[in-house]
């Protein structure tokens, strides 16, 4: 399940061994597109990945802090590190082979 990530909730989100942050607007058709291909694979991985979505037009000192200038954007994160970083519509195995590395 996508967590939704406010500036409040960052840091704690960020601590989980593997995550995986989707920044997303409510606009953006392409955001939407991305949220449907990622519902498989959050039931399948949720017991090892967290999964959150940070709408940038909400919370934009988030996607200005990780310098996310564009929508859709995934972002993983391996003990609160970047480690890979997905632009665009990516689809469902695009996603889970870009996770295989750090699970």
Not at 58 to 78: D, H
Not at 82 to 88: A, M, N, T, Y
Request: hydrophobic share 45%; aromatic share 8%; glycine share 4%.
């Amino acid at each position: 399940m996508l967590k939704e990530i406010i500036e409040a909730c960052l840091d704690g989100f960020l601590v989980h061994p593997v995550a995986v942050l989707i920044f997303s607007s409510p606009w953006c058709t392409s955001c939407k597109k991305l949220a449907t291909s990622l519902e498989g694979l959050c039931w399948r991985l949720e017991s090892r990945v967290a999964f959150g979505m940070c709408d940038i037009s909400a919370n934009p000192s988030i996607p200005s802090k990780m310098q996310v200038f564009s929508v859709p954007a995934l972002i993983v994160f391996k003990e609160g590190r970047e480690v890979k970083r997905l632009q665009g519509q990516a689809s469902e195995a695009e996603i889970s082979r870009a996770l295989e590395a750090y699970l």
